[in-house]
T-cell receptor
């Protein structure tokens, strides 16, 4: 089955700096790669996603890049703000249904 | 509109007791998923339902775990003879269908087994 590895497990940045979180996946059939943000006591919420037919997608301060050959994808957050502090999860999905998640990255943005 | 609703939000039980966790998906969503999140850990897939198809039970950790989805809507996750290692947050999610991708999560049911 699919295996997703996520790094780093914790990340601390100064407000205004950029943050990058990286994931690798094992199943070449995976074609959908979402990123979720989980705030304390809440369920994860989708913040951006990318499908395998594109290499990059951007939405305001967040962007995701995908390298299908190397089987890795990354989340980039620019101009970080304290409210970006949360746990971020990457996932990989085929059309078969379930998403396989990484172990999460705890991002702390220091004011 | 209403999101995914889970109940109870918190459940404390004694080892050996059975528990039931309930999930109300977003109306019209045909796919429903259960994940388990242990403290500080990632999301572990348990089971998923897609329409009237047989569920994918490949993530259930033991035969003490079961789930059903009645009428293609509400789902119940049942854990029999609970053990301390079952303590975790159980998250339910739904999506329009299994091919759509985006999961909408509930806030979870926190289970503590004493």
């Amino acid at each position: 089955g699919e295996n997703v590895e996520q790094h780093p497990s914790t990340l601390s940045v100064q407000e205004g700096d950029s943050a990058v979180i990286k994931c690798t996946y094992s199943d070449s059939a995976s074609n959908y790669f979402p990123w979720y943000k989980q705030e304390l006591g809440k369920g994860p919420q989708l913040i951006i996603d990318i499908r395998s037919n594109v290499g990059e997608k951007k939405d305001q301060r967040i962007a995701v890049t995908l390298n299908k050959t190397a089987k890795h994808f990354s989340l980039h957050i620019t101009e970080t703000q304290p409210e970006d502090s949360a746990v971020y999860f990457c996932a990989a999905n085929t059309n078969a249904g379930k998403s396989t998640f990484g172990d999460g990255t705890t991002l702390t943005v220091k004011p | 509109g209403a999101g995914v609703s889970q109940s109870p939000s918190n459940k404390v039980t004694e080892k050996g007791k059975d528990v039931e966790l309930r999930c109300d998906p977003i109306s019209g969503h045909t796919a429903l998923y259960w994940y388990r999140q242990s403290l500080g850990q990632g999301l572990e897939f348990l089971i998923y339902f897609q329409g009237n198809s047989a569920p994918d039970k490949s993530g259930l950790p033991s035969d003490r775990f079961s789930a059903e989805r009645t009428g293609g809507s509400v789902s119940t996750l049942t854990i029999q003879r609970t053990q301390q290692e079952d303590s975790a947050v159980y998250l339910c999610a739904s999506s329009l269908d299994a091919n759509t991708g985006e999961l909408f999560f509930g806030e979870g049911s926190r289970l503590t087994v004493l």
